[in-house]
């Protein structure tokens, strides 16, 4: 039976992926930890299976209107799906992830350092715009293996605390391609990426027995539409006012978190 609180929650949150490709961890785990009161490990878990999934319809949408940038996405995977998979390993062997005291705290930080990528993103894209106007030739080198290294801390972050795929990885984009990354380009690539990771992360979880599937499936329920909607109207609506928007409400969120 669906939860229609849950898929009223999926609902929002699956908009806001659509528009802007940020919110699946970002958004939806500080909902279910603050507002559903969800241990922090149940959290993390059915949130990385709701990422990818929601992420997995706003991703079709993206493709087939060709703002996928394959090059970088496959860069981004070689960094970020081997660390998450030794994650998943470790949990496997029987590591008690639930025991982490730290890991609600460790959301709340990310939270709040993905609302502050959000806010500041226009100042580091034109930063990295300036040096990539005058010495193009250094950032054209070290592009591949930093794109590789952002991937490798991506893993690690949203393996353990399923936030940042979006936000974290938008921002590292915006810094490391600001003249190849249109917005529409940006919230596709970034898209793409999260899921295959979102996935390898919570592979773990699942095994282990930490995912909720009937909350899962109420998340979804309200999600998989409105993520279809919210990627149909992405090119025609500025995704700008929703991340700002969306960071007032993490910092609040990250900030609740802690206290």
Not at 18 to 31: D, N
Not at 49 to 78: C, E, P, S, Y
Not at 134 to 159: D, F, H, S
Not at 214 to 240: C, D, E, F, N
Request: with cysteine; glycine share 12%.
């Amino acid at each position: 039976m669906i939860d229609h609180a849950y898929a009223t929650a999926g609902a929002i949150t699956g908009l806001i992926v659509g528009l802007t490709g940020v919110g699946g961890g970002a958004l939806m785990t500080p909902i279910l930890l603050l507002f559903f009161g969800v241990p922090p490990t149940t959290a993390v878990a059915t949130d990385l299976w709701f990422a990818a999934l929601t992420k997995t319809v706003a991703a079709r949408i993206h493709n087939n209107m060709g703002q996928v940038d394959w090059q970088i996405v496959k860069r981004l995977w070689l960094g970020s799906l081997p660390v998450a998979l030794l994650v998943v390993v470790v949990i496997s062997l029987g590591t008690t992830v639930s025991k982490v005291e730290w890991l609600t705290h460790a959301i709340g930080l990310i939270v709040m350092m993905t609302a502050c990528g959000l806010l500041f993103a226009p100042c580091l894209l034109a930063k990295s715009h300036k040096r990539r106007l005058i010495k193009p030739e250094i950032l054209a080198r070290l592009q591949p293996g930093l794109t590789v290294g952002a991937g490798v801390t991506l893993g690690i972050v949203v393996a353990l605390t399923s936030v940042g795929a979006g936000a974290l990885g938008s921002v590292m984009l915006l810094y490391l391609y600001p003249l190849r990354m249109s917005p529409h380009r940006l919230i596709a690539t970034d898209i793409v990426h999260a899921i295959p990771l979102a996935m390898v992360a919570g592979i773990g979880y699942l095994i282990a027995g930490m995912v909720d599937g009937t909350m899962l499936i109420s998340l979804l329920a309200g999600s998989v539409p409105t993520a279809a909607i919210g990627s149909l109207l992405s090119r025609k609506i500025s995704g700008r006012w929703m991340q700002i928007l969306l960071a007032i409400v993490l910092l609040g969120a990250g900030g609740k978190i802690f206290a």
